[in-house]
């Protein structure tokens, strides 16, 4: 959970600069502290990235100071499955694959997924990704079944999620399990000669609500 504490100055601005699409501007302040929820991370640490700028020229009766914040993945302190290195290599790799093969913009490309929030910065040890919580996105009760409109959404964004692997792989020429082989790995299961850590581990991995 403390590797987001050594970001450097210059990892602020790409950060910024990324969202802004601008770098025109300088940093206030910035600070990385848990989720104001009780929100608990599956398969990493959840944190919150705040940082404020001041935009134009300081000096000027123009210049104004916003505040940003973004939703930041650690890697877990625990990491014993491929789910974070998944990650890892979606936002690095395969989202920017798939955005030259979809002939559109990496950001175009999250949205024609419809499934993955737009990603500022990441590391091997962290991701900085688009805040959905200020778009109005929650988490739903796990206890409360979908309903029909819910499951509708669920359908046309995992349709959306297949139509474009087979549009890599059709103009890429290659399966995507073969370019990304990690892809394969199985997440969740794991064989594990010791049934009691795999269960402890798994139980405390689902009970984040």
């Keep these: ?19 802004l699409q601008r770098d025109d501007f300088e940093l206030a302040w910035h600070a990385v502290a848990a989720l104001r929820t009780d929100f608990k991370g599956f398969m990493g640490d959840h944190l919150e990235l705040r940082v404020a700028v001041s935009l134009g020229n300081r000096e000027s009766e123009g210049a104004k100071t916003i505040e940003l914040q973004f939703f930041v993945k650690s890697v877990p302190l625990d990491d014993a499955y491929h789910g974070y290195q998944k990650e890892i290599m979606l936002y690095g790799d395969l989202l920017p694959d798939m955005q030259k093969h979809l002939r559109c913009s990496e950001y175009e490309a999250s949205t024609h997924l419809s499934t993955v929030p737009k990603c500022y ?5 962290f991701l900085v990704l688009e805040d959905l919580a200020l778009a109005g996105y929650r988490m739903l009760d796990p206890m409360k079944p979908l309903d029909v409109r819910q499951c509708e959404c669920a359908l046309k964004a995992l349709a959306r999620l297949h139509a474009t692997s087979i549009v890599f792989e059709e103009r890429g020429g290659r399966r995507l399990a073969d370019k990304y082989p990690l892809l ?3 997440t ?7 049934l009691t ?3 402890n581990r798994l139980m405390g991995r689902i ?3």
Excluded: F, G, N, P
């Design 1 to 19: 959970m403390s590797s987001t504490s050594a970001l450097s100055r210059e990892e602020y601005r790409k950060i910024v600069k990324r969202h």
């Design 121 to 125: 910065y990441s590391r091997l040890d």
């Design 184 to 186: 394969a790995q199985e």
């Design 188 to 194: 969740v299961y794991r064989k594990e000669t010791d």
């Design 197 to 199: 850590s795999l269960v």
């Design 207 to 209: 009970c984040w609500t």
